[in-house]
């Protein structure tokens, strides 16, 4: 079974331009994550999806930061325009709804580096 | 509110000897608690989880951990340190719905030869 696929893996920019990161996450999961891991930290949670429906969105940045999930399945995490505190590796992660373990499947993660 | 606290950003140890790996939480319900590892430039795997049952948790890699509601603490255990351990590790907590994990800040683990 695939894992949850990101990309890119890495990722270089100047400070001021636009950037996007894509996720599928693992078929089945109806629960999607957005995360944020700073260099010598723990993710932190940007966004929560259900389905197509943003259930927890309190921490991302709105601003500058964007999502979406449409037809409840692939997502987009959007910056626009990035700073350079916007260096960080971008963590997507999906679940089976109605699952009460939190058990998260990760993917390999979005490294980004704003110059 | 929840929140984890990892003592010891750094930990190394020689390969066969014990390795230990500090986890308290705080949480206002009764918590969902979870080891996590990430290899280098990989995204993170789940290790072991405590959800209410046994408090003696066995994971996957010889890792096991022990929930003690008195001490608040979670911490991480494997007789003998491998090689292969070598990473980062993170202790979660999750509390009321469980669906919101909160990681703690990270134990980087150093095998020596």
């Known amino acids: 079974e695939a894992g949850v696929v990101q990309s890119p893996r890495y990722k270089i920019i100047e400070k001021k331009q636009p950037v996007a990161f894509w996720c599928n996450p693992i078929?089945?999961?109806?629960?999607l994550y957005w995360y944020r891991q700073n260099l010598g930290q723990g993710p932190e949670l940007l966004i929560r999806?259900?389905?197509?429906?943003?259930?927890?969105d309190s921490q991302l940045p709105k601003d500058r930061f964007s999502a979406e999930r449409l037809k409840g399945v692939d997502s987009t995490l959007k910056i626009q325009p990035a700073e350079l505190g916007d260096s960080a590796v971008y963590l997507c992660?999906?679940?089976?709804?109605?699952?009460?373990?939190?058990?998260?499947?990760f993917g390999e993660g979005s490294r980004l580096t704003v110059l | 509110a929840q929140s984890v606290t990892q003592l010891g950003s750094h930990v190394s140890v020689s390969e066969g000897a014990l390795v230990l790996l500090r986890c308290n939480y705080s949480?206002?319900?009764?918590?969902?608690l979870f080891w996590y590892v990430q290899y280098p430039n990989q995204g993170l795997q789940l290790l072991l989880k405590y959800t209410s049952a046994a408090t003696l948790v066995k994971g996957i890699n010889g890792f096991e951990a022990e929930f003690k509601k008195s001490e608040t603490s979670f911490h991480l255990t494997k007789p003998s340190a491998h090689m292969s351990d070598a990473a980062e590790y993170f202790c979660a907590v999750a509390s009321g719905s469980a669906r919101q994990l909160t990681f703690g800040s990270g134990t980087q683990l150093t095998v020596l030869p």
């Open positions: 078929s089945g999961h109806n629960t």
């Open positions: 999806y259900e389905n197509e429906e943003a259930v927890d």
């Open positions: 949480s206002s319900v009764p918590p969902y």
């Open positions: 992660a999906s679940s089976l709804t109605n699952t009460n373990t939190g058990e998260l499947f």
